[in-house]
């Protein structure tokens, strides 16, 4: 009894002592006091305090700018600061028994993000400190510029260019002028795989022009990165890495934008929503967005049949009755409603094990095409001449996985990826085949019709009899899909010492098959003869149908290693082993002319092969970093799927007389079965450097790049069906500069210029479209030898908390070659600059913007289909309009609004 007495007189002292040694040990208090550069308070700005053993805690400022959180244990914290229209502050201090104020925190009025954070080398160092070629772009940024997507985004990044053919096209991306297909209307739209260039959705390959929403950054790597990344790369990587979700706070954001087109009619939207919900504070947390752009379109098709294969495509224009017995118009015709779509979910298992679940989609409607056709058809600047409506419906969707295991040694990824795309299209096909073939190309060398006139006048020929068939046209039904399976595991050292490494293995397999069907309405009643389509009579009047496949399986292992000599040197060497199969297979056939069908045919390659880097940088301080690499970049060949043409086919084609030529014919010459694998050797010396403060930043970078066995996009022999073939050598040599100044606290500029001096180094025999040659210092194609930008930022406080922004930003993007050297036709496409102006108010929750994109309505071709040389009449007495131009999008005018909660 005496002892539990005892215990319990114990315990009550202890209790009535050790309460208020608790009560004192929790009681810690941090205020402060939020100003802006010109020492005014800021009201509503986000304050987070981290640290301690409660986690993230969060507060506002109030009217006088301060803020205070209590009970706050002894140790170590930090503060982050946050208000929409300026950068943010983190500071870090302790707190111990007495109450902790802290100085001022000043936000500066922040229209770039100078410290930017980098993940290119699969490690998080700052931008500045990465002795790589790398431009990158943040989320914020991107949101205050409205860049909407890769086409935009290039303009403002040094040594990358997208050849802009609008929604509708598959816009080509060329990283330092490595390119060689001659400028070219996008037919068969597909998805770009296995372009030169390629694109990363977090860590997973995905050949997508992505919708800019909900995006924590972009990066852009110029030059070979296969030592680092899974999918090799020819001449460079865009990644796109979209806002993680967090498992501490819960936000919700909703955007809007309404906006004009200077040439269009009815007004266009652009709206969205992002939430982030933590399920389980610091476990598990979901994160969303969607959105959905809808552009009015400003091209007008004026020259749309009534009927087909029985209406007149050109009927006498100035006959009015005629015109409108024939022909009807589709005003701003090449609409573009696109949803994209996310959702991910986050689980942090532990401090050094967390699993990434995230489904993406992008699902995208075009009306039409972004062209006119005022050279070969005398069209007005937003006018297009095409027949029949072409729209062009994508859909991809990916969904993925990735799982981060951090021990001590090393941080442990592996990300799994499914993605599947899907298009299915129309276009106007009319001009390919009345100014290649003729009507009377399409059919056999006697039919029913012909047979009926020659019974009643023996002379007449199938041209006198085909240049009556006044209402022929054609178009084509166009399907594709594709899916692909990637797996990439790599390990990242993450210790302290002077060795750093990465590697990993990587998986590919990509399938792909694709349908096209021609159609030409009346010409089934007009020759007589019933199309044979698979060996039974067609219930269309199908005059062609191809369809291919292509299966590829790709691996390979990779890896770079970097040792410091001191604090100043380091070197790194890496290599990527590989291997890949590749299948094809492709069926042709002529249904009016079932003789040159061409059966099932497959071909099969496969390659093995290492690359190699070597890199030395040198940090002359904490500001500057130089660096020199060498290293290899590849791009996977493959074969043509067609059958090899007969010696009877050859000879026909060869001899001196065009007018026995076979008709559409689906073969190919022997030599262009293989289409071998292209590589480049990139050098490049560069250095990137800043004040002490951050104020002022510049980059630059010189570069070699020798090209060897360049692939180039042909044509087959007869049907002028889309082939790859291998060319010589090709060579780009020239600078890339970029920086920024912080004038004053309000006034921030940036600016970019790159050079590229792109040519052939080898001659080319027959490389050209229609066999033409080219030759050593040619100039390629497609990219311009000087593009570069410049974007100034003016901030001022009104009062109240209210933010003023003014951002003026200024593109010039220098001539372009349709083709190498100006060769087979070639043409020089005028250089053209922008003018881009906007405003916005910011308060508290709310940003406002009102803005003009393309200030001064520029008109510029951004690219060609065919050459000039195809404007005229045709055999048959049409006017060819197969000549056509891509035209930059006109002025645009809008308001753009955004709330963002928590």
């Known amino acids: 009894m005496r002892f539990a007495v005892q215990v319990a007189a114990g315990l009550l002292h202890f209790c009535l002592v050790a309460a208020p040694l608790q009560a004192a040990a929790q009681s810690g208090e941090v205020t402060g006091v939020v100003v802006d550069a010109t020492g005014g308070v800021l009201p509503g700005a986000t304050v987070t305090l981290s640290g301690g053993p409660d986690g993230l805690r969060e507060t506002q400022t109030d009217a006088g700018g301060r803020f205070v959180f209590t009970g706050i244990a002894p140790g170590a914290y930090a503060v982050t600061v946050r208000l929409s229209g300026f950068g943010s502050v983190t500071v870090d201090f302790m707190v111990g028994a007495e109450p902790v104020e802290l100085p001022p925190t000043t936000l500066r009025l922040g229209a770039f993000d100078e410290a930017l954070v980098v993940t290119a080398t699969r490690v998080e160092e700052p931008l500045q400190r990465v002795p790589l070629s790398i431009s990158a772009v943040t989320g914020a940024d991107i949101e205050r510029r409205a860049i909407g997507n890769l086409t935009e985004l290039s303009r403002w990044t040094p040594g990358l260019t997208v050849v802009d053919q609008g929604a509708r096209g598959s816009n080509v991306v060329i990283a330092r002028g490595l390119h060689t297909d001659a400028l070219n209307g996008s037919e068969f ?97 979901l994160r969303g967005s969607i959105d959905r752009y809808d552009d009015p379109g400003f091209i007008d098709y004026d020259y749309l049949l009534r009927t087909p294969g029985v209406s007149e495509p050109e009927p006498d224009l100035n006959d009015l009755a005629a015109v409108e017995a024939n022909l009807r118009r589709e005003a701003d015709a090449n609409t573009e409603e696109t949803v994209s779509a996310r959702l991910s979910l986050l689980w942090e298992a532990t401090p050094e094990l967390s699993a990434l679940f995230a489904y993406h989609l992008q699902d995208q409607h075009v009306g039409a095409r ?225 003789a040159y069908n061409s059966p099932f045919t497959d071909f099969e390659s496969d390659d093995r092969g290492a690359l190699y880097k070597a890199s030395v940088s040198y940090r002359f301080d904490g500001r500057t970093t130089a660096w020199f690499t060498r290293s290899q970049g590849y791009r996977i060949g493959g074969g043509n799927n067609f059958r090899v043409c007969t010696d009877e086919e050859i000879a026909l084609l060869t001899d001196a007389d065009p007018g026995n030529d076979p008709p559409q014919s689906g073969c190919i010459y022997e030599d262009q ?167 916005s108010l910011a308060r508290d929750d709310w940003t406002l913007t009102f803005y003009a994109d393309n200030l001064f309505d520029e008109y510029a071709v951004t690219g060609v289909r065919q050459t000039p040389g195809q404007i005229g009449l045709t055999r048959d007495g049409f006017r060819a309009r197969r000549y056509f131009a891509n035209v930059l999008a006109p002025r645009r005018v809008g308001v753009r609004i955004r709330y963002v909660f928590g």
């Open 189 to 285: 739209a597909g998805n770009n795989y296995n372009n030169g260039v390629a694109t990363y959705l977090g860590d997973i390959p995905l050949a997508v022009d992505l919708r800019l929403h909900d995006i924590e950054r972009v990066e852009v790597l110029l030059g070979p990165q296969g030592t680092l990344y899974g999918a090799g790369t020819l001449a460079g990587a865009v990644r796109y890495l979209p806002r993680r979700a967090d498992t501490e706070r819960r936000t919700f954001e909703v955007r809007g934008d309404l906006f004009a087109l200077a040439h269009g009619g009815a007004p266009g939207t652009d709206a969205g929503v992002t939430f982030n919900l933590p399920l389980v504070t610091g476990r598990l947390a």
């Open 370 to 594: 972004q062209v006119n056709h005022a050279r070969s058809f005398g069209t007005g600047r937003y006018v297009a001449a095409h027949r029949y409506l072409e729209p062009n419906d994508r859909r991809n969707q990916l969904w993925s996985l990735e799982l981060t295991w951090a021990p001590p040694w090393a941080e442990v990824t592996t990300a799994v990826g499914y993605s599947r795309y899907a298009q299915q299209g129309q276009r106007d096909q009319t001009d390919l085949l009345i100014q290649a073939f003729g009507i009377g190309g399409l059919l056999p060398g006697t039919f029913p019709a012909l047979e009926r006139a020659r019974a009643t006048n023996p002379d007449v020929t199938i041209a006198d009899l085909t240049s009556q068939f006044r209402t022929f046209s054609a178009y084509t039904r166009e399907e594709g899909r594709e899916q692909r399976f990637n797996w990439e595991t790599r390990l990242v050292s993450t210790g302290d010492g002077p060795w750093h490494w990465v590697g990993g293995v990587f998986f590919n397999n990509y399938d792909s098959s694709g349908t096209s069907f021609e159609l030409a309405p009346g010409l089934t009643e007009f020759s007589g003869i019933t199309p044979i389509l698979g060996g039974r009579p067609a219930g269309e009047p199908v005059e062609f149908y191809t369809l291919g496949s292509q299966e590829v399986v790709e691996r390979a292992v990779f890896g770079e290693s970097s040792y410091d000599v001191g604090d100043r040197w380091r070197l790194t060497a890496g290599g990527r082993w590989f291997g890949y199969r590749i299948g094809t297979g492709s069926l042709t056939e002529f249904p009016y002319t079932p």
């Open 673 to 839: 079965a293989l289409v071998r694998p292209d590589t480049t050797t990139n050098y490049e010396v560069g250095v990137r450097s800043a004040s002490g403060d951050g104020r002022f930043t510049a980059s630059g970078t010189w570069f070699h790049v020798d090209w060897e066995d360049i692939q180039v996009a042909g044509e087959t022999p007869f049907s002028a069906q889309p082939i790859t073939l291998n060319g010589a050598g090709a060579v780009s040599r020239g600078v890339e500069l970029a920086g920024s100044a912080g004038l004053t606290d309000a006034l921030r500029l940036r600016g970019q210029w790159s050079y590229a001096h792109a040519e052939l180094s080898q001659d080319a025999e027959g490389l050209l479209v229609g066999g033409a040659d080219a030759f050593k210092g040619d100039r390629l194609s497609g990219a311009p030898r000087q593009q570069g930008s410049l974007l100034a930022s003016y901030g001022v406080l009104l009062g109240g908390g209210t933010a003023l922004e003014l951002l003026y930003g200024y593109a010039y993007v220098g001539d372009v070659l349709t083709r190498i050297g100006l060769r087979a036709g070639g043409e020089m496409l005028p250089a053209y600059d922008l003018h881009n102006v906007s405003a």
